[in-house]
């Protein structure tokens, strides 16, 4: 099967009113190419490892549409037999009524052919076994070979959301969790994605885990990584929503209840988010933190003194910085 993607160089301001108007001629899904920052929350709400800082924003926009081509080369839109002349004209057509009214950029439009793509497992090729220490991070398509068979083995499949432990912030996170997890301690993770805090939690000898979330696609990563590592339904719950701000989701996590609360998340939300968290903490737990560029860490560590907590560790790895605070008892 082929594909014929009609690609558009316009501007980021004329993105969704492109998209809008094509959509109406039957060109659906539209695959988005700029340099547009994200926005703190945009990355809070996102389940993949921490990004760094992409390139400068140039205000230049390429949106791609994509028509399956017929074994006999035609193409078919909104279920009438097309060619591919008859929707770059047609979509030339709208992008010119656009420019009648409004800045589209350059505007211009090229049109290729792309092999058939497996959209939803192309992206495995990109994510293999490694090892953090003695723990083998493994996705379910590989193997454990001979001479990994004496690590602590954890399965995970990034899935919809992510945090496979390939990040510098992650590992910080697991080396503190190594170090400070004692047998039976309850853990709370903040923004666990995946769910591979809590879980490793687990497997270092923690009695149970609590995890939340902004975003409902976390269920379905969790529960399967639950079931990939053999965790118990009951020894890890997963909550959804805002601790920051919603009374209920801190009632529901509860209070003074956690040995050990762990946040690898952008330091934008650990500021809000440390005042807040003491309150789950037992007198003496200690406080993970990760998800902070070096140039964060003095922010980061006057929110931790200022909530009352005592700092005992500053990692770093790469240009990240790993924080573990405890609260006094």
């Known amino acids: 099967m082929k594909w014929v993607k009609f690609r558009i160089k316009t501007i980021t301001e004329a993105e969704d009113i492109i998209i809008s108007a094509l ?60 060619t591919s002349e008859g929707i770059l004209k047609n979509i030339e057509a709208e992008l010119e009524a656009l420019r009648s009214f409004m800045d589209i950029g350059e505007g211009a439009v090229t049109v290729g052919e792309t092999e058939d793509i497996d959209w939803i497992n192309n992206w495995k090729q990109y994510f293999h076994q490694f090892t953090i220490d003695d723990v083998l991070v493994i996705p379910s398509w590989e193997e454990i070979g001979p001479q990994d068979k004496d690590k602590l083995v954890l399965h995970i499949d990034p899935g919809t959301a992510f945090g496979t432990g390939m990040h510098d912030t992650t590992q910080l996170c697991i080396r503190a969790l190594r170090k400070f997890i004692t047998p039976r301690a309850n853990l709370l993770d903040v923004g666990t994605g995946s769910g591979i805090l809590a879980i490793l939690s687990l497997m270092f ?90 140039d964060k860490e003095q922010t980061v560590t006057q929110a931790v003194e200022a909530a009352g907590l005592e700092v005992l560790e500053v990692n770093y790895q790469g240009e990240w910085v790993g924080i573990v605070a405890r609260k006094p008892m």
């Open 205 to 294: 000898g923690a009695k149970a885990a609590v995890g939340t979330d902004l975003d409902p696609c976390a269920i379905e990563a969790v529960r399967e990584n639950k079931e990939a590592n053999g965790i118990p339904e009951d020894d890890f719950k997963l909550i959804i929503g805002n601790i920051i701000i919603e009374k209920e989701i801190q009632d529901q996590v509860g209070y003074e209840c956690y040995d050990i609360v762990t946040a690898n998340i952008l330091a934008e939300v650990l500021v809000p988010l440390t005042p807040v968290i003491v309150h789950q903490l037992k007198k003496g737990g200690i406080y993970i933190m990760s998800g902070i560029i070096d």
């Open 23 to 82: 959509y109406d001629i039957g060109l659906e899904g539209a695959q988005i190419e700029d340099k547009v920052p994200l926005t703190a929350f945009e990355k809070e709400e996102m389940f993949v490892d921490i990004l760094p800082d992409g390139p400068e924003d140039d205000g230049i926009a390429y949106l791609s549409f994509f028509v399956e081509e017929k074994e006999d080369g035609g193409l078919v839109l909104n279920g009438e037999e097309n």
